[in-house]
């Protein structure tokens, strides 16, 4: 069977831009995950196909969720990549989403399978979207670097440069994919503070939001996620103030920020336990499991 299964094929999309954004490695506070969701969510995206897990994913990582449907049916639902069409009439394109968990093995055939669909559809650009844990505080602009193969393109959206090297996740391999191809893409990633980890980070979202905008031409009403957004930075202020060890080391953070000094040494974190454990309990004071996104 085709890994690449079809509902529809889409057709008469104008310029279309493919924006990715994987679970996983590449998601630091899901908020890569979630700003293609709300895009897709504010566009009224629809479905029309999706990668079959079978060849790309190992299921004792990823595994399948059983669900209960009306309280009677047990249904079983594997892990996948889904493929959306959102037309965006008043927009100059287009947009084509690309969601899901990021692939356990194959990653080149994978990869070559995002340009096919790329390929068929006419797409102009790929985009991805990311989000990596750094020394920064909750409390300051979210910091969006990425790069674009399109030299003006980067220019024009002010995108300032990574200078990171180390391993990558499947961004990096569909970034090369489509470099070998000859389809133009860029990155983006926003920074997610590394003592909120384990929370979504609805902020860090609306900061990618923000920025694709800008690269693809498309705006976005993120009234609700610009809520969510000022709900998680005053969560997290109450919940840092409620330990003197986390609430210094976050002062830390702040007057780097201010200063443009040297990263603060993480080894001067407080126990991440700790600050897991006040932040959750502080959510539940609140009466919420999460933070809006």
């Avoid at 504010?42 to 190992?58: C, K, L, M, S, V």
């Amino acid at each position: 069977m085709q890994p690449l299964l079809w509902d529809r094929r889409p057709d008469g999309l104008r310029a279309p831009a493919m924006v990715c954004a994987f679970k996983g490695w590449n998601d630091a506070g899901d908020a890569a995950s979630a700003a293609l969701t709300f895009v897709g969510s504010a566009h009224g995206a629809t479905r029309f196909a999706q990668i079959d897990p079978e060849e790309f994913y190992d299921f004792q990582a990823t595994r399948p969720r059983i669900e209960m449907i009306e309280g009677r049916t047990r249904e079983l639902t594997w892990p996948a990549v889904e493929i959306w069409e959102a037309r965006i009439p008043r927009a100059p394109r287009d947009l084509i989403l690309l969601s899901g968990p990021e692939p356990s093995m194959r990653w080149r055939t994978f990869s070559e399978i995002v340009v096919e669909v790329a390929d068929v559809l006419g797409v102009q650009l790929v985009v991805t979207l990311g989000a990596l844990l750094a020394d920064v505080p909750h409390s300051r602009p979210v910091g969006i670097t990425g790069f674009a193969t399109d030299e003006s393109l980067a220019e024009r959206t002010d995108l300032q440069p990574s200078s990171y090297e180390g391993p990558t996740g499947i961004t990096g391999v569909v970034h090369a994919a489509c470099s070998e191809a000859g389809l133009p893409s860029a990155s983006l990633w926003a920074t997610v503070p590394h003592y909120v980890a384990a929370a979504p980070n609805p902020k860090a979202a609306l900061a990618l939001v923000r920025k694709l905008e800008g690269l693809v031409g498309v705006t976005v009403d993120a009234t609700e996620l610009e809520s969510a957004s000022g709900d998680y930075e005053r969560q997290v202020s109450l919940a840092v103030q409620s330990d003197p060890d986390v609430q210094a080391f976050v002062d830390r953070l702040e007057k780097a920020a201010e200063e443009d000094d040297e990263p603060v040494d993480p080894s001067e974190l407080p126990s991440g336990d700790v600050i897991a454990r006040e932040f959750q309990r502080f959510l539940r004071q609140r009466g919420s499991g999460d933070t809006g996104s």
